[in-house]
């Protein structure tokens, strides 16, 4: 019978992070429902789950450190057991494949509820520890059960073993046979006894995984992690025939789900980039072909699309009963985040999944793979090799049918498994990992004792989870750090920028010196670069090596001596750490006028360590091109938006691209993957991610117009400076743009037949002619341009033509804009909104010219200055078209009113009739006419008070509008 996944959401307290910007909680939960409230709008979504776990406040901590409810609303760890880990547990004892999710994005708390902290024990921890309970308590009836671990890393498409320290080139390969379905081809799976055991592997392979992703600069929160606890029961049955129950755990944390949206201006992301979210991209699309064929659709469900989604076969589609939590972050600036990942957990639980008990006759289970290894052993002789049943394509009709073929070196490699499998016994297999495992924690727990004693380095990681897992000693006065080419090396880094002889560790009477001696100026000490002088470091110093190797350093004795006066250490974070290296390197400043700003600084120092490892592969690849940090301001009337962008530019011809963020973090994976192939000696066949085309159109600035005047039916003409983002010394160009009312098509309305106040339109069609007249100042390295825009409620934005820059730097675009009806809203548009027009040209234009843009200024009040500066200059701007407006609006209700004098003074009577009014007001409506009649009135009453100057009573005439 099908059952469907159960789908569990949980969010957690703020994060220090958080509480420093400034945010406020945007998740209310009842029963099973979860709500978002969009801090921007206020609007709500609700969701509904199996489970909805509200952990983010209600508790508090008891002497153990566990954190205990203190109202009924909070989920500990213990409830999110009971629900969810007891269910894996029981299913496993019943021959059932489980499988358990985490989703979220990074920093969300799925670790916490995954694997847990301290005496705050997560599902994994306690599982493990229940099932070896479990077995103990019914060891002695007929009943033998064997538990064997395995631990997976997939990353950009690749499979890694990370119970090994030997990486295989390309990764391991996904194949896949009709009994097994896909599995990794020589994986490493080892016998456990106890959740110590567990435990010690766990924290092997993260250690292998650390070092592995710091030495490839690898992005970890890219990476899935898959656990599998395979856990088989021997018994035997009611006719005394010895049975095996076996059970796949597979415990799935899945890599952070970040937005992957380009804000870039060179469109689609890199073919090759793309590989890095792959996996994901393609967990998405097969949860939704799952969710329409479960509705009755024949569309192809594509597990074959990514490695992770072939592994996730099973517990998605197949055999298995499976769980996901869902992690969420409470706060305001993850409002996107927290979105995508509730519309995801939102589509699992539509998945139905078909699991049925995996038991079958030892015996039987036995003879099969003799008969197996003696069909292998023979293909091999005969040099044939059979081909991987499920390891190719996927026919119209979702049958395998494609075939690849196993290698020769997989086909031993399976023999010998299975020939271990047979010939030793579980005992015999057991001892051979004990030896191991204790060979492992005495080194680890060595390792633990020797850091309250000797002066060591240990890593920070943007993961928490990875971080403090490396150490490296210094053991004598004088220790040399490099990257293992020389032999006087003591403590060995690998990875980008890392030279044969890095720097220098010297000890001189209890005090301790670090030296760059790299002669490239690639070592940092608390933020800022040490140069060739031996500066003193202390204990808890940063140490950045390179441009990724990021340490803390930490000196016992100096620890223990500070204890003794009562000097307080506080840990340092990775975040806090890459902070002061942005700060003294005079990239931001620390702002806390302004959560805007607060949240522009931390999105400076999360991007500041990519760019500088982009400008290391550069420099190390002679690529003459150099990367910097931008902030895009879009400003508006009542507020400013910033938005930090990179600009890669080529040093040579001073041709440059701009990209957004994310689309900048694809890129700099790709200049990772073409630096490996450079170091291992290989050819780079893929697109080049250095290369700007200079027949490729990018962004070289944006042109705001002050849109006010359309408030009171003025026409605009504006000639407005072109801003290269992030500049401070001066603009690229001018913008000459004009915008006036007119009719449907296109002729310009007479300003005096036109309401005072837009407002006196609503409800009725508007239309504008848009000129773009022409551009001057550009650099010559720009040969064609086109400008685009957005129109009020445009669904698209609208495009010029394209037009070569010449000396006029004509472009002579117009259209007309039409507004059907007015609205408030389109008032309110054009007072608080300015048009931006953003300029894209080629850079095909002569080579000898100044870049089309403006270097970064590398000063401390960077972030300060250009914030002040920007906001100064565009409010001026601002200021001068409103006062503008404002007079010209005053000029022509001046002259209005003159004629309604004029009619009022030759008036016979005390009436005056509405259509020589009109005519007077020249085609304002009657409401407006009147308004302006009762304007004079009040000023001719105050004329004619016994304080106004004698003889001028023109206003003061009583009439009837009839």
């Known amino acids: 019978m099908a059952e469907a996944v159960k789908v569990a959401v949980r969010v ?413 016994s579980w005992e015999e297999k057991l001892k051979d990992a004990q030896k191991h495992f204790k060979e492992t924690a005495g080194a680890e727990a060595e390792e633990q004792k020797k850091k309250e004693t000797v002066p060591h380095f240990w890593n920070l990681n943007a993961d928490p989870a990875l971080t403090g897992v490396i150490s490296h000693f210094v053991e004598t006065d004088m220790c040399v750090i490099g990257n293992g080419q020389d032999d006087s090396v003591n403590i060995v880094l690998k990875g980008l920028g890392i030279c044969s002889i890095h720097c220098e560790v010297t000890t001189n009477d209890g005090v301790m010196f670090l030296k760059d001696v790299s002669g490239k100026d690639a070592v940092y000490v608390d933020g800022a670069k040490i140069g060739s002088e031996a500066v003193e470091i202390h204990h808890n110093s940063r140490v950045l090596f390179g441009p990724s190797h990021l340490y803390v350093f930490s000196i016992p004795n100096e620890r223990k001596a500070g204890d003794k006066v009562g000097k307080k250490w506080p840990t340092p974070t990775y975040a806090e750490a890459q902070q002061e290296i942005s700060i003294k390197s005079g990239l931001t400043t620390e702002l806390t006028e302004s959560d805007a700003s607060r949240f522009l600084l931390e999105e400076i120092v999360s991007i500041a360590p990519h760019v500088i490892q982009a400008n290391a592969i550069a420099q190390e690849l002679k690529k003459n091109v150099a990367f910097q940090i931008e902030v895009k301001t879009a400003m508006h009337l009542d507020e400013q938006e910033h938005q930090v962008q990179i600009r890669m530019h080529n040093e040579q011809n001073g041709s440059s691209l701009v990209f957004g963020k994310d689309l900048f973090l694809e890129k700099r994976f790709v200049m990772q993957e073409m630096y490996n192939a450079f170091m291992d000696h290989e050819e780079w066949h893929s697109e080049d991610p250095f290369f700007i085309d200079p027949a490729a159109f990018v962004e070289i600035g944006e042109a705001q117009v002050v849109l006010y005047e359309l408030v009171y039916n003025l026409d605009i003409m504006q000639t407005v400076p072109i801003t290269a983002f992030g500049s401070l010394e001066g603009d690229v160009g001018k913008l000459t743009v004009a915008i006036a009312p007119c009719n449907a098509t296109g002729a310009i309305l007479d300003p005096n037949t036109l309401p005072l106040d837009i407002g006196e339109s609503v409800g009725q069609d508007a239309y504008y002619r848009l000129e773009i007249k022409n551009v001057s100042g550009l650099s010559p390295i720009y040969k064609n341009l086109y400008c685009e825009f957005s129109w009020h409620q445009a669904p698209e934005p609208t495009t010029t033509t394209v037009v070569p820059v010449d000396m006029k730097g004509t472009i002579d675009y117009q259209a007309v804009m039409p507004v059907c009806p007015v609205s408030d809203d389109f008032i309110k548009w054009l007072q608080s909104r300015l048009l931006t027009v953003m300029v894209k040209a080629d850079q095909q234009g002569s080579r000898g010219g100044k870049p089309g843009h403006h270097a970064m200024p590398k000063t401390s009040s960077f972030l300060t200055s250009f914030i002040n500066q920007a906001e100064f200059e565009d409010t001026l701007l601002v200021q001068k078209q409103m006062a503008a407006a404002h007079l010209r609006r005053a000029q022509r209700a001046e002259a209005k009113l003159k004629r309604v004098r004029e009619l009022l003074k030759g008036a016979k009577g005390d009436s005056v009739q509405v259509k020589e009014v009109q005519r007077a007001m020249q085609g304002q409506r009657f409401k407006g006419a009147v308004r302006s009649i009762m304007v004079l009135k009040r000023v001719g009453s105050n004329l004619s008070s016994p304080d106004s100057p004698a003889g001028d009573s023109t206003g003061s005439a009583a009439c009837t509008v009839m």
């Open 12 to 424: 957690r307290p703020f994060n220090s992070r958080e509480e420093k910007l400034g945010a406020v909680n945007i998740i209310e939960m009842n029963g099973c429902t979860t709500v978002i409230k969009d801090p921007k709008t206020g609007k709500k979504k609700t969701f509904t789950y199996d489970y909805s776990y509200w952990s983010h406040d209600s508790f508090t901590e008891n002497g153990e450190g566990y954190l205990e409810p203190t109202s009924p609303q909070y989920a500990d760890q213990a409830k999110v057991f009971d629900d969810l880990g007891q269910g894996v547990l029981d299913n496993a004892w019943k021959g059932f494949n489980c499988s358990l999710f985490a989703y979220g994005q990074t920093g969300s708390g799925k670790s916490y509820s995954m694997m847990g902290y301290g005496a705050n024990k997560g599902i994994i921890p306690i599982s493990c520890e229940r099932l070896f309970q479990s077995i103990d308590a019914r060891k002695g009836k007929d009943l033998e059960c064997e538990v064997t671990f395995s631990m997976v890393e997939i990353y950009n498409e690749q499979v890694q073993d990370l119970l090994t320290k030997e990486k295989v080139k390309n990764g391991l390969k996904v194949r896949g046979d009709m009994k097994k379905g896909f599995h990794v081809a020589g994986l490493m799976v080892v016998p456990v006894q106890s959740y110590e055991e567990i435990e010690g592997r766990i924290a092997e392979g993260t250690k292998n995984r650390t070092i592995a992703s710091t030495n490839m600069n690898a992005t970890s929160s890219r990476a899935h992690t898959i656990v599998t606890i395979n856990f088989k029961q021997k018994s035997k049955n009611e006719k005394g025939v010895s049975m095996t129950k076996t059970s796949s755990i597979n415990l799935v944390d899945l890599a952070g789900s970040e937005r992957a949206e380009s804000t870039g201006a060179t469109g689609d992301r890199l073919k090759e980039g793309a590989a890095i979210n792959l996996s994901l991209s393609t967990l998405g699309n097969v949860i939704s072909a799952l969710v329409d064929q479960q509705n009755g659709s024949t569309k192809v469900v594509p597990f074959r699309d990514s490695v992770l989604t072939k592994l996730l076969k099973n517990a998605l589609g197949g055999n298995s009963k499976s769980v996901m939590i869902a992690a969420l972050s409470p706060a305001s600036v993850n409002y996107p985040e927290t979105l995508s990942t509730l519309q995801f957990a939102d589509r699992m639980k539509s998945i139905k999944t078909k699991a049925v008990v995996n038991e079958s006759p030892t015996e039987r289970l036995i003879r099969e793979l003799r008969e197996e290894n003696a069909r292998l052993l023979g293909m091999i002789k005969n040099g044939q090799l059979p081909p991987s049943a499920l390891g190719g394509g996927t026919s119209a009709d979702g049958d395998d049918s494609e075939e690849e073929h196993y290698t020769k070196e997989e086909l031993e490699a399976q023999l010998q498994a299975n020939a271990r499998e047979l010939e030793k």
